[in-house]
T-cell receptor, first 113, second 109 residues
Framework: DAGVIQSPRHEVTEMGQEVTLRCKPI?????LFWYRQTMMRGLELLIY????????DSGMPEDRFSAKMPNASFSTLKIQPSEPRDSAVYFC???????????FGNGTRLTVT | GIQVEQSPPDLILQEGANSTLRCNFS?????LQWFHQNPWGQLINLFY???GTKQNGRLSATTVATERYSLLYISSSQTTDSGVYFC???????????FGQGTTLQVKP
């Protein structure tokens, strides 16, 4: 099993540019989560999907953030336009059925200058 | 929402020492996981332990759900154990994990 795969590993961009982060969950997992990690706020949940449907996006900080899951094997998190305060590590995670553990990808380190 | 508190926030050990990390949570949970974030930033799943006791090598964990706490034991610590240990809980059975602020462990040779 390849685990949760995220790309890119690192992203450096200028303020105002669009950023797209990608995630491939573990095959067979039906729930997918996007988290953000910063020194100030720790690990916080942004949005999660169940069977490709967004269930809870209350953690998405602003309208500049959007997430999609067009199929069971792919999700994107988009920031448009990006700002320096969006700099963080963004993690994607997936899990199978209820009462099973959450598995995390290696994260994308985003730097917005 | 549910609150998750971890203690201590920081811990320095000499190699070979044992330690206990604690996680308190404010509501009943369906899921509790312990993670190790290594120096490369990877979140490694250590235990899925909503209740009971589990062991994996030098690490073990116990969750007493009725008293709303979990403990992570590290025995015979090694320098590779250094990093941040997170406790995370799900009180809604949705998979939504709420993370504590972590315990930063440094094991000195």
């Amino acid at each position: 099993d390849a685990g949760v795969i995220q790309s890119p590993r690192h992203e450096v961009t200028e303020m105002g540019q669009e950023v797209t982060l990608r995630c491939k969950p573990i095959s067979g997992h039906n729930s997918l989560f996007w988290y953000r990690q910063t020194m100030m706020r720790g690990l916080e949940l942004l949005i999660y999907f169940n069977n490709n449907v967004p269930i809870d996006d209350s953690g998405m900080p602003e309208d500049r953030f959007s997430a999609k899951m067009p199929n069971a094997s792919f999700s994107t998190l988009k920031i448009q336009p990006s700002e320096p305060r969006d700099s963080a590590v963004y993690f994607c995670a997936s899990r199978g059925q209820n009462n099973s553990p959450l598995h995390f990808g290696n994260g994308t380190r985003l730097t917005v200058t | 929402g549910i609150q998750v508190e971890q203690s201590p926030p920081d811990l320095i050990l000499q190699e070979g020492a044992n330690s206990t990390l604690r996680c308190n949570f404010s509501d009943s949970v369906n899921n509790l996981q312990w993670f190790h974030q290594n120096p490369w930033g990877q979140l490694i799943n250590l235990f899925y332990i909503p209740s009971g006791t589990k062991q994996n090598g030098r690490l073990s964990a116990t969750t007493v759900a009725t008293e709303r706490y979990s403990l992570l034991y590290i025995s015979s610590s090694q320098t590779t154990d250094s990093g941040v240990y997170f406790c995370a809980v799900d009180s809604s059975n949705t998979g939504k994990l709420i993370f504590g602020q972590g315990t930063t462990l440094q094991v000195k040779p």
